[in-house]
Nanobody, 122 residues
């Protein structure tokens, strides 16, 4: 069984910063891609940023230049440094990992965390 546990959400003023963390644990064989998605009230879940093994990254246009994704492979952990936060960044942020486990099913699968709330407000 695989678990993704997010931390670091909270309330921050516009222009402030937060750092989210997500640690994957369980019978993990290898991690292909990790990333962050978010869902604002009344909206669909959307991609924020992803990072692949080898450290290639992808960002939503709305966060480019403000957010930075990174990973620590030895800990199966992904981070999201969020700077210059705006009220429109308010959402529940979900961690995602595409990985293979040491037990069946053997194909790479997507796993999700339960989410952490980020509120940007004065």
């Amino acid at each position: 069984q695989v678990q993704l546990v997010e931390s670091g959400g909270g309330l921050v003023q516009p222009g402030g910063s937060l750092r989210l963390s997500c640690a994957a644990s369980g019978s993990i064989l290898s991690v292909n891609r990790m990333g962050w998605y978010r869902q604002a009230p009344g909206k669909q879940r959307e991609l924020v940023a992803t990072i692949r093994s080898g450290s290639s990254t992808n960002y939503a246009d709305s966060v480019k230049g403000r957010f930075t994704i990174s990973r620590e492979d030895a800990k199966n952990t992904v981070y999201l440094q969020m700077n210059s936060l705006k009220p429109e960044d308010t959402a529940v942020y979900y961690c995602n990992a595409n990985l293979r486990t040491q037990v069946p099913p053997w194909d790479a699968m997507d796993y999700w965390g339960k989410g952490t709330l980020v509120t940007v407000s004065s």
